[in-house]
């Protein structure tokens, strides 16, 4: 009786350290993809002014990852925001003061029509949105 009570607990904490090994080492593999592995295929200059995004994005296929580059030439500060096919965040810069600028790294998935919009303040209602479509 006093061997079974004093073996159980044992095994439970060995268990318990193999799953914590397993997580540290599932951890470790991916943060070592992800630095080795992705980068921007591409940067894509954008320039942004009250209201508006101007830039040739050129063609982009599912599958590439972009740097955006914002160089904000406005009076205000501006920021971009990349929206998925279905609305989510992606990815946006830091808010960009005038006369400076920021950058965004975003893997486009799938095919479909994405969205860069401002996020400062009222300035997507303004009318400061682009699209672009990922083929
Ligand atoms: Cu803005």
Same mark, same amino acid.
């Given at each position: 009786?006093?061997?079974?009570?004093? !073996?159980?607990?044992?095994?439970? #904490?060995?268990?318990?350290?193999?799953? %914590? *090994?397993?997580?540290?080492?599932?951890? &470790? $593999?991916?943060?070592?993809?992800?630095?080795?592995?992705?980068?921007?295929?591409?940067?894509?200059?954008?320039?942004?002014?009250?209201?508006?995004?101007?830039?040739?994005?050129?063609?982009?296929?599912?599958?590439?990852?972009?740097?955006?580059? !914002?160089?904000?030439?406005?009076? #205000?500060?501006?920021?971009?925001?990349? %929206? *998925?096919?279905?609305?989510?965040?992606? &990815? $946006?810069?830091?808010?960009?003061?005038?006369?400076?600028?920021?950058?965004?790294?975003?893997?486009?998935?799938?095919?479909?029509?994405?969205?860069?919009?401002?996020?400062?303040?009222?300035?997507?209602?303004?009318?400061?949105?682009?699209?672009?479509?990922?083929?």
């Amino acid at each position: 009786m006093s061997y079974r009570r004093s !073996v159980v607990p044992a095994v439970r #904490l060995i268990l318990a350290s193999l799953l %914590l *090994s397993a997580a540290l080492v599932a951890c &470790g $593999a991916d943060n070592l993809s992800t630095e080795t592995s992705v980068g921007p295929s591409r940067t894509i200059e954008i320039i942004a002014a009250e209201y508006t995004f101007n830039g040739d994005p050129g063609v982009i296929a599912a599958g590439d990852t972009i740097e955006f580059v !914002v160089e904000n030439i406005g009076q #205000l500060d501006h920021s971009l925001e990349v %929206l *998925s096919t279905t609305g989510s965040s992606l &990815g $946006a810069t830091e808010r960009i003061p005038a006369g400076t600028s920021g950058s965004v790294t975003v893997t486009f998935d799938d095919a479909g029509v994405y969205r860069l919009i401002c996020d400062v303040d009222d300035h997507f209602s303004r009318g400061q949105a682009g699209t672009i479509t990922v083929t």
